[in-house]
């Protein structure tokens, strides 16, 4: 076999326009997921009557089943629930205007906040529980001692598990093409379909996603590296 390096070129600039749906994926779900995360984390922390029990159940569950069939189940059960509501209630919005990628940022938003409220979790957890007790001590309220002590610790302690959770998704997004989504990797099979180079095509996929990857680590060490400087008092 012989590689054809010119059109492992033309490949990888023909990808180019999908990488913006790859990162409008990745970024969505992480950030909503961040925001379950840390809802489903404190609730389970602190043992809120109701909520606990439902964020465990939630982790447990997402955890233990694959992210295509999070997809699978929100792609087939959301339009179901969607038009039965809106033949129910006479709304003019039905399932077919839910465009495609919104069922992949839904989809792996729920997977994402699973995943990311362990990290959290174990992130605030890490804080030593005299800090919370000493903000008590000179009156600080929960959600203020949470705010300003516990939680910008335990992001500078879950960071390489965030940067993990965030490749991971990155990685993850190629899933999307079974909505549909035209992201990187379903480009490829696309591009390789015109004369059957599909080794060439996915090898230039694999290239972005690795220089995406390299941005990502490169980024969340330059965070480290400033956070670390704070704690050392070392910025002023």
């Known amino acids: 076999m012989t590689l054809d390096f010119a059109f492992i070129w033309q490949a990888f600039l023909l990808l180019l326009p999908a990488i913006p ?9 992480v950030g909503c997921g961040f925001i379950i995360g840390l ?15 439902i964020g465990t159940a939630y982790v447990t569950f997402i955890r233990g089943t694959p992210m ?14 969607v038009d039965s509501l809106a033949d129910k209630y006479h709304w003019s919005f039905h399932s077919v205007s839910i465009p495609m990628i919104g069922f992949a940022y839904l989809s792996f938003s729920i997977t994402a906040g699973a995943y990311l409220s362990e990290v959290i979790r174990s992130g605030i957890l890490a804080v030593n529980k005299g800090q919370m007790e000493a903000a008590h001590s000179i009156g600080m309220t929960t959600f203020q001692a949470l705010r300003r002590i516990v939680l910008p610790q335990a992001f500078a302690a879950a960071l390489p598990n965030l940067s993990n959770s965030l490749i991971g998704m990155l990685h993850g997004s190629t899933l999307a093409f079974t909505v549909s989504v035209v992201e990187v990797n379903a480009k490829a099979d696309i591009i390789a379909t015109t004369n ?4 060439e095509a996915y090898l230039a996929a694999a290239l972005i996603f690795w ?3 390299i941005l990502i680590e490169r980024a969340t060490a330059l965070l480290e590296k400033r956070i670390n400087a704070y704690n050392r008092g070392g910025v002023a």
């Open 211 to 213: 220089g995406l990857t």
């Open 21 to 29: 749906n790859t990162i409008y994926i990745t970024v969505v779900s």
């Open 39 to 53: 809802i489903v984390a404190l609730s389970r922390i602190f043992a809120i009557p109701v909520l606990s029990q």
């Open 68 to 81: 295509l069939t999070h997809l699978l189940l929100i792609y087939v059960g959301l339009p179901m629930i």
């Open 196 to 199: 059957w180079k599909f080794f």
